[in-house]
């Protein structure tokens, strides 16, 4: 598929760098041919690249490279990096693997000296505007110990306020940068080598995932939204394979697994790479010109790989203008980040012709069948619009019918009528132009075109919104009912109109606890 970005110390420290380098259709506007125009194939424009990447890991021996024949090639980060520029979309992959062998969280604090200087050395010889940067941290094995490294042994909240304070400190740095932490690998209960870790280390080190995971979610609840979750699979895979993935090492208590042999490296390498490569998409979303100019898609796939559910979103804006940001790409990135494919559609306007943004979204949700596989494996496919986004997700929802047909639709504060006494006035005109016919104003009055086959729907609005009566969603709701359709329905006391993904609005996290758990419904 091809694609286009725009629309139009003492304890064996070793620290190694690797740099990575390299390398129309004709759109029928009946609506009769509408429907069918629903599975055609569309044609792309030519893809480029979204930009170079440049990555910081942060971490221990294991990180490092520690055992390996040639870790300059053979370590994990380097690995990632080679895996990283065979990506399609990625231009330049610069490395620097700032693995130190028995490094804590305690050593990498701002204060603490010398390795928080190597970081921001190679930061600042990273950083620039035409480059994403990324930090990828994997530690906790040493501050696991139960004695040996420094500052162990690390409890559980020590060891997440170091994480904190180390990510914040390098936030406020590199303001543009993204963060990536990794669980720690599991390793042996008899290790024993120059520390001591043993059963009591390894319960330790278990007790660290859930105060990651925590930390994420509590970062992303605060609006923090540069900390991501990174690779969660390498414990169950490092112990369920540790014969193949370590190398046996002769300790204090025998034969004990702690590093990763160059398989090892490799496998953890693509747990890594995995989720790098998910955030870089998300960092730059594929964008997809449609056959017009003008027209397209941005696509979101969902963070945690597999889909059930892809949804086109449809900004709103009064058929004048769309409002990309917060009612497109901050809820596309919100709903990925929950398992949901998100596509964001840049409609062309209609300027009188109300069949031109329709044709648009018809479009983009051929192009979400056709790709189904390549962007997330979803079996379920539904449209959202705000306010006269609304309007036009409704518009497709009432008229796709058969193998076109979508799973549910989502409305926030929607237009749905253009009846005079109910509509938005600037929307009606500017997609019906100043005196349109009554037949198109009954063609695009939504709530007359549901019938049984018009798909589940979620909606919620304020009850003081003065931009678009509520009495559009009122007449919709009961033309849904009417045909037995399931439809849940939140109208809020407060809010007005216009609140998409805007923080200042009060009700949002409740309707974002509503709306995912009532996709989880089906």
Not at 7 to 13: E, F, M, N, P, Q
Not at 115 to 135: H, P, Y
Request: hydrophobic fraction near 40%; aromatic fraction near 8%; proline fraction near 5%.
């Amino acid at each position: 598929m091809r694609r286009s970005r725009s629309c139009g110390r003492g304890r064996g420290s070793y620290a190694c760098r690797t740099i990575i380098s390299h390398m129309k259709l004709s759109v029928v506007i009946s609506l009769f041919c509408l429907v069918a125009w629903l599975g055609r194939s569309p044609v792309h424009a030519g893809e480029q690249s979204a930009g170079d990447l440049n990555l910081i890991f942060i971490g221990n021996s294991i990180t490092q490279g520690a055992l390996l024949r040639q870790p300059a090639q053979e370590a994990p980060p380097a690995v990632t990096g080679r895996l990283l520029e065979q990506e399609p979309g990625i231009g330049r992959v610069q490395v620097a693997n700032l693995g130190v062998s028995g490094s804590t969280t305690v050593d990498w604090l701002p204060d603490s000296g010398s390795l928080f200087s190597r970081v921001v050395e190679a930061g600042d010889r990273f950083v620039r505007e035409d480059a994403t940067l990324i930090f990828s941290i994997m530690l906790g094995t040493n501050d696991s110990a139960v004695e040996g490294p420094n500052g162990a042994p690390v409890g559980k909240s020590r060891y997440v306020g170091n994480l904190s304070q180390i990510i914040d400190s390098l936030a406020r740095r590199y303001p543009r940068a993204h963060f990536v932490l990794h669980h720690p690998l599991w390793y042996s209960a008899n290790t024993y080598n120059g520390a001591r870790y043993l059963q009591e280390g390894q319960d330790r080190l278990r007790s660290y995932i859930p105060g990651i995971d925590s930390l994420i979610d509590a970062y992303r609840s605060q609006g923090r939204n540069y900390l991501h979750r990174g690779a969660t699979r390498g414990w169950r895979l490092f112990e369920r394979e540790a014969a193949a993935l370590f190398t046996p090492e002769t300790g204090l208590a025998g034969t004990f697994y702690l590093h990763p042999n160059k398989e090892g490296a490799e496998r953890l390498a693509r747990l890594w790479e995995e989720k790098i490569y998910d955030l870089y998409r998300r960092l730059h979303p594929r964008t997809v010109a449609l056959s017009h100019e003008g027209a397209c898609v941005q696509v979101y796939p969902a963070e945690r790989g597999h889909a059930r559910k892809a949804v086109l979103i449809c900004p709103g804006g009064g058929y004048g203008m769309v409002a990309v940001e917060h009612e497109g790409t901050q809820i596309a990135r919100w709903l990925s980040r929950n398992g949901i494919t998100a596509v964001v559609l840049k409609y062309r306007l209609p300027e009188g012709n109300p069949r031109v943004p329709l044709a648009d979204a018809a479009e983009a949700l051929g192009l979400i069948r056709r790709y189904r596989e390549e962007w997330g494996g979803y079996t379920q496919i539904g449209i959202m619009g705000s306010s006269a986004g609304g309007h036009l997700a409704s518009a497709l929802a009432t008229r796709a019918v058969g193998d076109t047909a979508l799973d549910f639709q989502i409305l926030l504060y929607p237009v749905i009528s253009m009846e005079p006494e109910i509509t938005h006035a600037g929307s009606r005109i500017n997609l019906l132009g100043n005196a349109p016919s009554q037949s198109d104003i009954r063609e695009f009055s939504n709530e007359l075109r549901v019938t049984g086959r018009t798909p589940r729907a979620f909606m919620a609005l304020s009850a003081d919104d003065t931009g678009v009566p509520v009495e559009n969603s009122l007449r919709y709701f009961d033309a849904l009912r009417g045909h037995g359709i399931p439809v849940s329905m939140h109208i809020y006391p407060d809010g007005g109109h216009g609140w998409g993904f805007r923080p200042d609005f009060r009700r949002k996290t409740g309707w974002h606890r509503q709306l995912l758990l009532w996709l989880d419904t089906f």
